[in-house]
Structures are given as C-alpha cells and as structure tokens.
C-alpha cells in the first residue's frame, strides 16, 4: 500500500488547510486511516482517525472541534480539514493506514505501532 500526502505549506494563524492522503485503489475501502504529526524535537503524536467504515472518526483533545478527517471511496483518498491554526500546530503531517483482515469496520486505530503503512509527510507552518 502506497500512501501520498500532499496539502501541507505556510498558513497565517486562524487559516485553515486541507491535507490529502492519496491510498492505493485496490486495498483503500477495507483500511482505517490516521494523521499524525511530529514537531520538531518532539515525539510523533496521534492527531486524527477514521475507521474503514468511515462511521467513525476520533480526534486528539488539541485539535477536536478544529480538525475534521474523512474519507471518498471514490477517490482512494482520506482528508484532514484543519481550521482555527495555531501555532502549535506546525508540524510535519503524515497519513498511515492499517488493513487488517480483522479489523471492524466502527473500529478507529489510535496507536501509532498498530498502523503498517505511512505515508512520507507534508509540512504545515504556522505563523503567528
């Protein structure tokens, strides 16, 4: 499974940006997806995460009510809407994805060990 993201680049405090994660079509409907981020100097951390399903969704406190993840079928492609920007939250994003047989389609997958492919990052500024 090959991941893409794209979306990333320098945004104004309060700007919103939409990052993409282009997934190979064959394996992408029975996968769950998740952002994370790694700022500089710190330990790459959950963000967002949707089930296979898309029926569920669930976020990390900091960017709850901010930051909407999704998915289109249609498109192999899973999003992250992130709106209100901070600071804080300039980090390098990346997407990943896990495709167990097993996995439930409500399931959401918020460990970052659990997750076998990633993606190679997209860059989001923030400037104050």
């Known amino acids: 499974v090959q991941l893409q993201a794209s979306g990333g680049g320098l945004v104004q405090a309060g700007g919103s940006l939409r990052l993409s994660c282009a997934a190979s079509?064959?394996?992408?409907?029975?996968?769950?997806f998740g952002w994370y981020r790694q700022a500089p100097g710190k330990e790459r951390e959950f963000v967002a995460a949707?089930?296979?399903?898309?029926?569920?969704?669930h976020y990390a406190d900091a960017v709850k009510g901010r930051f909407t993840i999704s998915r289109d079928s249609a498109k192999s492609t899973v999003y992250l809407e992130m709106n209100s920007l901070k600071p804080e939250d300039t980090a390098v994003y990346y997407c990943a994805s896990e495709g167990s047989p097993l996995l439930p389609g409500s399931m959401v997958v918020t460990t970052l060990k659990e997750y076998d492919y990633w993606g190679q990052g997209t860059l989001v500024t923030v400037s104050s």
């Open positions: 079509e064959r394996t992408f409907s029975r996968h769950a």
């Open positions: 949707i089930s296979w399903s898309g029926g569920a969704t």
